[in-house]
């Protein structure tokens, strides 16, 4: 069984290095920890009063695990989750903050718990994941898996810029979509015809 700083190491892995991408509304990004994270952390590495991409640029990946950790972890509560659901919803909350757990709550809810959408584990959201968890904690992550992979498809549906971020260049699956399909079973992984058909409509 991973730990969470297991975890939040193989999620730094995958962010990658220093990006800064105009199409990306995290703007200067290292690690996966973006600019505006730092400034809300106050991480002004280079001590220079100010932070901007020079600080970005400065920081380790020891130093984004335990951003990772302690943020995107411990804060939101993850560690109420299931230990099967964990890996997959820390990873979309270092990609999407709060949203990972709206997705979470929105696929509850639909499976019949009345929770409510807020982005927030509180009891009630983690006693609805421990039961519909039981007995086969693999097809509640399975299912928040294909969850998450149709919300960057969404995203994707309605801002063309992003588009590049769920197909390549060569018109595969992007980066989103096999960081979804990471955390699911090989079984509900789409076919390269069910991407193309699912894509189809894009420019």
């Known amino acids: 069984m991973q730990t969470v700083r297991q975890i939040a190491t193989e999620i730094v892995a995958r962010e990658g ?16 920890v973006t600019i505006h994270t730092m400034r809300r952390l106050g991480l002004d590495l280079s001590g220079d009063g100010i932070i901007n991409r020079i600080d970005v640029r400065m ?8 951003i990772f950790v302690q943020h995107y972890f411990e804060q939101p509560r993850l560690d109420l989750l299931p230990q099967e659901l964990r890996a997959s919803v820390f990873d979309m909350y270092v990609n999407a ?21 807020d982005g927030e584990i509180g009891s009630k959201t983690a006693q609805a994941c421990r039961d519909a968890a039981d007995p086969e904690p693999v097809v509640l992550r399975d299912a928040y898996g294909v969850a998450r992979r149709n919300y960057y498809f969404r995203l994707a549906d309605h801002r063309p810029a992003s588009r590049k971020y769920a197909r390549t260049r060569a018109g595969r699956k992007g980066g989103w979509i096999r960081r979804a399909e990471e955390f699911v079973s090989p079984t509900y992984h789409l076919s390269d015809a069910e991407f193309q058909t699912r894509v189809s409509g894009w420019v």
């Open 17 to 32: 290095g220093f990006v800064e991408d105009s199409d990306d509304p995290g703007g200067a990004t290292k690690y996966g």
């Open 59 to 66: 920081l380790s990946k020891s130093q984004a695990v335990d």
């Open 97 to 117: 903050g709060s949203h990972a757990v709206k997705i979470l709550q929105r696929l509850l809810r639909d499976m019949g718990f009345e929770i409510v959408v």
